[in-house]
């Protein structure tokens, strides 16, 4: 099984303790990188990470009809669908952020978000987002917990979690890979990153891009034990008429969310820095930022239509050293910034150098 495995997505083994896999699942690219003294335990850990990551996408796909998340649309209009645990609780995470962010991050956007088609480039025009538009509201999401089953109040209404199962799989997949006694990894799928450890006794490096500068970096942050998530307006989208439509859906107009081109978040939890980051880029700088601000551990970048950064408190002092120079920081600066403002500095005192 775990030969076969290797054959479909190849390891690439790079010094002898390291692993590496790039894989396509949950519609999105994968990458793990491992490192562990014993060689075959670090392939054996990549292989669970991409594991995970396809029971994960097993449970909660709205692409595949036998999911449970598709049950849960196909019927939760007219009954209760009792789900397993797993989900229900990540049904109920999503909702508490609809709360938190007073419905900027909501599942139930998928009522009119469904009728948007990235690959094919096509949209709903106004008459199609109206009719649809009263199924969009998280309160229309009912969940009994003695039956942990899922109803929704009103027809029309359908749930989608791709604002946060990503940061979910890639936080399950930590967890996996530390039960295995593994302490150095990378996890990425799509825009969310969670780290474990150093990389070779150095913290491991996350880039922000500017999606309009192509391939170069505005920011490159270090990261130890930390996640990193960034939604943006270049992911799935096309533009007509010089507007782009993206997968980001404003909850109250039905329509992409506009005024920003992309949204970092950092912080310790996978599953939370992905909600917040499709939640910020929501909300816009002003309402943003201020969420951000009230939470503890967390943090923002944010990329602004004009290709201005915006920065949350802990990394001022990183707007600051950033001087003119906004748009393009530099590796070093972004280093001590970030390295003073997030806890980097004491993890890096307690970390052994591998
Ligand atoms: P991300 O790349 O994490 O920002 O996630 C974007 C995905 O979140 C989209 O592809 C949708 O599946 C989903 N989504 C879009 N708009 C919203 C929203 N307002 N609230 C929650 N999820 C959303
Ligand atoms: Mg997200």
Redesign the pocket.
Known sequence: MVALSLCLFPLQVLQAEWARAHASIMGTEIAVEVWHREQNKSETAVESVLAEMRRVDALMSVYKNDSEMSQINQYAAEKAVSVSDELFYLIRQALDFSVKTKG????T?ASV?YLYNFRESTRPDQQAIESALPGIDYRLVALDDEQRSVRFLKNGVRI?L???A?GYAVDQAISGLKKQGIEHARVTA???TRVLGTRLGRPWTVGIRDPRLGEKMVAVIPLLDEAI?T?GDY??YFDESGIRYH?????ETGDSARGLRSVSIIGPQAVVT?AL??SV??LGIEAGIELINSMQDYEAIIVDNDGELHYSKGLEQFQATAGQENRRINHESALSAVWNSLRVNRLMQSTIRV
Not at 104 to 107: K, R, Y
Request: proline share 4%; aromatic share 10%.
């Open positions: 900027a991050f909501d599942i956007y978000g989608d791709g604002g946060i990503k799509g825009g969310d998530s939604s992911e799935r997968h980001i859906i404003n909850p992905d980051s499709t880029f929501v």
